[in-house]
DNA sequence: AAAATATGTCAGCCTTGTTGACATATATCG
DNA sequence: CGATATATGTCAACAAGGCTGACATATTTT
């Protein structure tokens, strides 16, 4: 019998579980809420024919109006061309524009327009109130150590994205007006 | 010029803050921090010419041993069109085995061989090691906290499925032997 | 003028989701 | 027993959203 061998795999009967030294309610529970977390957006967004992609354009384009291509490449951690398709799509719509760098005309800085922002705003909302609602069953003044968690939980090099958004501590006020 | 209209759109050029009533603090955090969690094995899955399909498929395989073909489905809310080309990749390598059902012997079986276990191990072992980092920094005693948060996350017509999960609380002992 | 940079775009590939249709084995119903 | 229902497998086609490589264009820098 060449090519099998004798040890057909045996199947293992016993559960992985905690006993195992891993995290697995943690793991798991990771898991879960974001899938739901992300559910309340995609709904919306599918009826403009969007997907998630065109969600996390749509954010950070709105959190940080006027970020070039580059910036945002970034941010999003995608290559060139698959930012180019979605991002053709959002201003296709009107969701975006775009705008050449007053300094390095090269550049296009990005824009929401107010229906950019109605629409960012519709998908952020259920978010909020979804997390409003777990703070709730939680307790508000635990506030603190889930942000403190889910901070620690990013690679800390990467840290430095969160803080330069606005309104974080240690805001660099990108509006200089 | 028709079919453009007059109204070129306005580029809004204030980020959109918390001042809009919108907690975009965790809603960010919970991108950042989950993309980060899942970093880590997709690189170890990277190796075997896996993907985010096959991890989660080994988790509930390794977690819930002996469970159908129908009920991973369930878990994994996809099609089983989409299950079979994974399932099948992790049945011909030798990580899952599929035995057919003792009672009913149209259905199939899933468990994890020695070396399904083993990666399903390898992929759990960053990712616990991740939270218990970020568990020290946010201090131990707030586990509960943690969990309590992120389990409201999650939709509670869908709790059930984090509940059955082995070693959990009203867990319902799977194994009768 | 030449080279570097920022962006856009074309073409093609991969993974992982989808739907629809159909085959097979087994269980159940009448 | 025969018909029907169920659990699973599989084929074909399609879509979203990643990827790479190559090349065009405008603009800035050298």
């Known amino acids: 019998m060449p090519g ?3 040890h057909e795999p045996v199947p293992i009967r016993t559960a ?3 006993a195992d030294g891993i995290d697995l309610d943690i793991i ?3 898991f879960f809420a974001y899938r739901d977390f992300t559910s309340d957006p ?3 967004l599918a009826a403009d024919g969007f997907g998630r992609a065109h969600h996390r354009v749509l954010h950070f384009v709105n959190r940080m109006p006027g970020l ?3 910036e945002l490449l970034d941010v999003l951690k995608i290559t060139k061309q698959s930012l180019a398709r979605v991002l053709k799509q959002l201003i296709d719509t009107g969701h975006i524009v775009q705008l050449p760098g007053p300094k390095d005309r090269r550049q296009r800085e990005l824009y929401p327009t107010q229906r950019g922002r109605a629409l ?3 998908l ?3 978010q909020s109130r979804r997390i409003d609602a777990a703070l709730k069953e939680t307790g508000r003044d635990k506030r603190d150590v889930i942000e403190g968690f889910l901070k620690a939980m ?3 090099d990467l840290r430095a994205q969160i803080d330069n958004l606005p309104g974080r501590p240690g805001t660099l006020g990108s509006d200089d007006g």
Request: hydrophobic share 45%; glycine share 0%.
């Open 4 to 6: 099998k061998d004798e």
């Open 16 to 18: 992985l579980s905690r």
């Open 28 to 30: 798991e529970l990771l």
């Open 42 to 44: 995609d709904q919306i």
């Open 68 to 70: 070039t291509v580059a």
């Open 120 to 122: 960012a705003l519709a």
């Open 124 to 126: 952020a909302r259920p």
């Open 154 to 156: 990013v690679n800390p």
